[in-house]
């Protein structure tokens, strides 16, 4: 039997959708569209200019597209997202809540060129963010974000865990508050700075 859920006789599957602040939420299930084969939970913490929130986000996904696990990455020390998410492909299997995720805010000597530019889809990473916790790669995501009725181009670049690495061009990435469509999704192992590797 194929993993998919949508099964020989059209079965599709149904996951519950929500999205809400704090770590968790309750919605209705929805039958999933035909191309999206997984249910995903995503509870969240981020900081954008310092102002701290914690989301969570119930929705069908693309399974290829779904990563279950740990994702922090760092933009600079007032502009981060650290997630933890689980993906499954039975009906309702998305009802659960996933802990908070750990938030490691401690430097750990690597480096990235950084940058969060709205409204185009380049942004140079002329600036620098310091890695912190397990985050050992550097990012370059790039495409199109939408927050409810609105959709625009964004780029971003900096530091991420290599879990980060499982997003790839041509994804539909769920972060608690937004949806991203990615059509630059570059993830590299982050270099030690010159005479400090520390």
């Known amino acids: 039997m194929p993993l998919t859920q949508t099964s020989e006789s059209g079965c599709p599957l149904s996951c519950e959708v929500c999205k809400g602040s704090g770590h968790t939420c309750s919605g209705k299930m929805k039958t999933c569209d035909a191309d999206k084969d997984a249910c995903v939970v995503l509870v969240s913490e981020s900081s954008t200019k310092g102002r701290k929130s ?7 996904m693309k399974f290829k597209d779904c990563y279950s696990g740990f994702v922090s990455t760092t ?25 908070l995720p750990h938030n490691n805010r401690t430097e750990n000597g690597l480096m990235c060129p950084s940058c969060i530019v709205p409204f185009q889809e380049t942004c140079p990473g002329t600036q620098t963010a310091r890695c912190v916790g397990p985050e ?8 199109n974000v939408q927050a409810g009725i609105i959709n625009t181009k964004f780029a971003t ?42």
């Open 75 to 99: 933009m600079s020390p007032n502009d981060y997202m650290v997630s933890n998410a689980h993906c499954c492909q039975s009906d309702g299997c998305n009802s659960v809540s996933v802990p």
């Open 157 to 198: 670049r900096g530091c991420a865990t290599e879990s980060a690495c499982h997003t790839k061009a041509g994804a539909e990435v769920p972060s608690a508050s937004y949806l991203y469509f990615l059509r630059r999704a570059d993830c590299l192992p982050a270099p030690y700075p010159p005479g400090r590797g520390e």
């Open 54 to 60: 914690v989301s969570t986000f119930k929705a069908c």
């Open 136 to 143: 050992t790669h550097c990012i370059y995501f790039a495409g």
